[in-house]
């Protein structure tokens, strides 16, 4: 019976990561990404390719409106209050800690990758982060002693392993991805620490803060690529698969 309802905490957690993985840091970084790609578009390059992993494209579009216009109603507006409540310091301290939690999806993917200096890495990032700052609310490793995060998770080592895409895929609430990286964040959402140690409900409240808190730190970026995007959905789209290729490829 603890067998079971710790298996149903698990999922329902891992559903979780997938209904904040638009506002994380991912989101930003492909945000980001799209807005490389729009400037690409208008030279031509990318965005006339036809893109075989998306299949499910008129479902996609409506779906990419859909979390656009709830990002516009909901998400954006708490972000700005959430903005000029808290100092930027503030803000990004938290930012900082809650990512220090994801230590163990990063050792464990870079060990199945067999990148064993990135897992030392991340060992030495999380121990320096969780001492000298002070809980992880401050990055020492990486702005003190320069050692950069090894960022893995468990899409890219199915990729590695040569697990196929499958069909990109947009539904509501939840971030790009495609079949392969869906299967992947519930996994990642299996090894957050914080499954194990505090009550659903505050889980749930973490990651919800989560959200908000990296939206507030990244609504300019986001604001520039809608304005300079004129398809936004296809910008972000190649800029997913882009950089998803890239990451496997390292």
């Not at 019976?1 to 209904?19: E, G, N, P, Y």
């Not at 163990?104 to 982060?129: D, I, S």
């Not at 299996?190 to 959200?211: K, Q, S």
């Amino acid at each position: 019976m603890k067998i079971c309802q710790r298996s149903i905490r698990i999922l329902s957690t891992a559903a979780l990561v997938f209904v904040i993985g638009a506002g994380s840091r991912g989101g930003v970084a492909v945000a980001g990404a799209a807005e490389e790609s729009s400037a690409r578009s208008s030279e031509g390059s990318v965005a006339g390719q036809d893109f075989e992993e998306d299949p499910w494209e008129p479902f996609n579009e409506g779906m990419f409106s859909f979390n656009r216009q709830f990002d516009r109603t909901v998400v954006k507006p708490v972000a700005t209050v959430w903005e000029a409540v808290l100092p930027d310091l503030v803000r990004r301290s938290l930012g900082n800690a809650l990512d220090n939690l994801a230590v163990v999806r990063r050792v464990v993917n870079n060990l199945l990758q067999l990148k064993l200096e990135g897992a030392a890495r991340e060992m030495v990032r999380f121990t320096v982060n969780s001492t000298f700052g002070i809980a992880g609310l401050f990055d020492v490793a990486r702005d003190g002693v320069g050692i950069a995060p090894s960022d893995e998770d468990t899409g890219q080592t199915l990729g590695v392993y040569g697990v196929g895409t499958g069909p990109y895929l947009v539904l509501p609430f939840l971030p790009p991805m495609t079949v392969r990286d869906g299967i992947g964040f519930a996994l990642d959402g299996a090894m957050n620490p914080l499954n194990y140690f505090v009550p659903l409900g505050a889980t749930f409240g973490l990651y919800g803060t989560n959200v908000v808190n990296e939206r507030s730190l990244h609504l300019d970026q986001f604001e520039r690529v809608e304005e300079a995007t004129i398809d936004l959905y296809s910008a972000v789209r190649n800029a997913y698969l882009q950089r998803r290729a890239a990451a496997i490829r390292e």
